[in-house]
T-cell receptor, first 110, second 111 residues
Framework: SQTIHQWPATLVQPVGSPLSLECTVE??????LYWYRQAAGRGLQLLFY??????ISSEVPQNLSASRPQDRQFILSSKKLLLSDSGFYLC?????????FGPGTRLTVL | QKEVEQDPGPLSVPEGAIVSLNCTYS??????FMWYRQYSRKGPELLMY????GNKEDGRFTAQVDKSSKYISLFIRDSQPSDSATYLC???????????FGEGTQLTVNP
């Protein structure tokens, strides 16, 4: 069966520090992968999606970036965090007709 | 106007009640419809998935889709305190395309 992992589970970072969040999927090959952000009490905002290695599409221009160095690995990065980057970051993958989410990373920027 | 509108919460019901959660959408190209349940501080969990108009039942949960009215619903029978969570509707046009989500409805089932 397929499993999606995210780490770290929680992170507290100072403003201006770098960020790296990792997502990996097991049990499948060539998945479509997605990064979402969910602010407290709000819906899901799509940040990036990838249909293959090195193929990244950005939905929201901001100080975040994404990379896909391997087929089942998706990384979300920032060179300098802002207060507004705080939130719950979710990775998801898509088999044919639906989408499954990872456990999420809760990021607090102070 | 948002493509997907979800009934705002929060919703509070007594244990055993029938719960109705609803979403409307404006994009007639949406073909696939899903409901997710999200517990606090957890990732969304897929509850129900349906493609066609009509009803789909899974235990205490029934998903209903009315494409002519652009309206979907999730019914929870005999609601339990463990059903307390935020429920998100989601939909997309074609296989592999991006999902559009509702804002979510927070449900509390009181024992």
């Amino acid at each position: 069966s397929q499993t999606i992992h995210q780490w770290p589970a929680t992170l507290v970072q100072p403003v201006g520090s770098p960020l790296s969040l990792e997502c990996t999927v097991e049990g499948t090959s060539n998945p479509n992968l997605y990064w979402y952000r969910q602010a407290a009490g709000r819906g899901l905002q799509l940040l990036f999606y990838s249909v293959g290695i090195g193929q990244i599409s950005s939905e929201v221009p901001q100080n975040l970036s994404a990379s896909r160095p391997q087929d089942r690995q998706f990384i979300l990065s920032s060179k300098k965090l802002l207060l507004s980057d705080s939130g719950f970051y979710l990775c998801a993958w898509t088999p044919k007709d639906t989408q499954y989410f990872g456990p999420g990373t809760r990021l607090t920027v102070l | 106007q948002k493509e997907v509108e979800q009934d705002p919460g929060p919703l509070s019901v007594p244990e055993g009640a029938i719960v109705s959660l609803n979403c409307t959408y404006s994009n007639s190209a949406f073909q696939y419809f899903m409901w997710y349940r999200q517990y606090s501080r957890k990732g969304p969990e897929l509850l129900m998935y349906t493609y066609s108009s009509g009803n789909k039942e899974d235990g205490r949960f029934t998903a209903q889709v009315d494409k002519s009215s652009k309206y979907i619903s999730l019914f929870i029978r005999d609601s339990q305190p463990s059903d307390s969570a935020t429920y998100l509707c989601a939909m997309f046009e074609t296989s592999g395309s991006r999902l559009t989500f509702g804002e979510g409805t927070q449900l509390t089932v009181n024992p």
